[in-house]
């Protein structure tokens, strides 16, 4: 019977990364993944903002969890010669009184180093309406992570080591040392599956919340943006016109088309502070994987050693995806305790037994 020391379901940027991790290590792995299956990791705008906006914030474990990503990222482009990291910075428009709460915000220990002085309403004038300034975010980046997903695609390819179908929970069978999948064995399975983690029958106990999201590539003509634009939605410079927007939030419709809906808003948005004409030229949506406690959930099953989940990663999978991954490096090779915010046994008491 051939086997593998660990199986992972799910290729996004979560099921990516860990792949790549433990390759890196020589660690024999095996990923499942249909690629007809939805993945928001492809049409996902990778942003990394240590900064929440809406309450002026430092996002979840920010500055370590930035840094960390950055370290990935980088040393991933030295390894292969793959350009998917770019740091930027991020322009923000201010409200009515948010010019006031940023500068405040300046004097607060830790955003001296992230926030930049308000920047009077002339700059960029003939592009944008911005009556009451701007403020920016100094460090800030975007990943490409469609190119990043792809690349570890063609290395798992290469190396014979994805099965490329849908995987089958009828034919995991848990054994005293392990597990088998039809004629294959191994050591652990690893559900990296995204929202489709909702149909598996093993983390059912977990409150996954998982979100709806629509962007937009609009060609601008003249618009010459060499950073990221924010108020209440993104403008990302893709080069050559065009610019990526996004994005919107639904829990209620899940379904992988695109809706008028989504578009109406997006644009009506965008024009509440872009003074220049643009075209909608793709229109793409993706299901966001969320926990409704708004914390990944990397670890081990409460009840089956052999079952581990990495998953909930949200809309920040671009920046969460580094450091957690490397945790559950540890936790599958070194037998480490996951850090107690982001365990599935956060949530085991829901267990039917």
């Not at 059912?204 to 601008?220: A, C, D, H, M, Y």
């Not at 410079?237 to 419709?253: H, K």
């Not at 490397?326 to 956060?346: G, N, T, V, W």
Request: glycine share 6%.
């Amino acid at each position: 019977m051939p086997s593998t020391r660990f199986i992972l379901v799910g290729q996004g940027i979560a099921g990516s990364m860990l792949a790549y991790r433990l390759l890196q290590n020589n660690i024999p792995v095996l990923v499942m993944d249909n690629a007809a299956l939805s993945s928001a990791s492809k049409v996902a705008a990778g942003l990394m903002n240590p900064i929440v906006f809406r309450h002026l914030t430092l996002s979840w474990k920010c500055p370590t969890l930035f840094h960390q990503a950055e370290s990935f990222y980088r040393q991933f482009e030295t390894e292969t010669g793959e350009s998917v990291y770019h740091p930027t910075n991020i322009l923000r428009v201010f409200g009515q009184h948010e010019a006031e709460r940023w500068k405040a915000k300046i004097m607060s220990p830790g955003f001296d180093e992230l926030l930049d002085e308000a920047i009077p309403a002339q700059y960029e004038s003939d592009a944008f309406h911005a009556p009451y300034g701007f403020g920016r975010v100094k460090n800030a980046a975007w990943v490409d992570t469609l190119k990043f997903v792809s690349f570890v695609r063609n290395m798992l390819r290469d190396k014979f080591l994805i099965i490329e179908e849908e995987f089958d929970y009828q034919r995991l069978v848990l054994e005293n040392n392990g597990l088998r999948y039809e004629n294959l064995s191994a050591d652990a399975v690893i559900f990296c599956e995204g929202h489709l983690a909702t149909h598996n029958p093993w983390f059912q106990f977990i409150p996954f919340r998982p979100v709806k999201g629509e962007v937009l590539t609009i060609r601008v003509k003249g618009l010459k943006l060499d950073r990221i634009v924010n108020k209440d939605v993104f403008i990302l410079p893709l080069g050559d016109d065009l610019f990526r927007v996004g994005s919107t939030y639904d829990w209620a419709d899940l379904s992988e088309e695109t809706t008028p809906q989504a578009v109406a808003t997006l644009t009506e948005k965008l024009k509440n502070f872009l003074l220049l004409p643009f075209e909608v030229v793709e229109h793409q949506a993706g299901i966001r994987p969320a926990v409704a406690d708004r914390r990944p959930v990397v670890g081990q099953h409460p009840l089956h050693p052999q079952l581990f989940i990495f998953n909930g990663l949200g809309a920040k999978g671009a920046m969460l995806a580094p450091a957690f991954s490397a945790d559950l490096c540890l936790q599958l090779l070194e037998k480490k305790d996951p850090e107690r915010e982001s365990d599935p046994k956060r949530f085991a008491s829901k267990i039917n037994l």
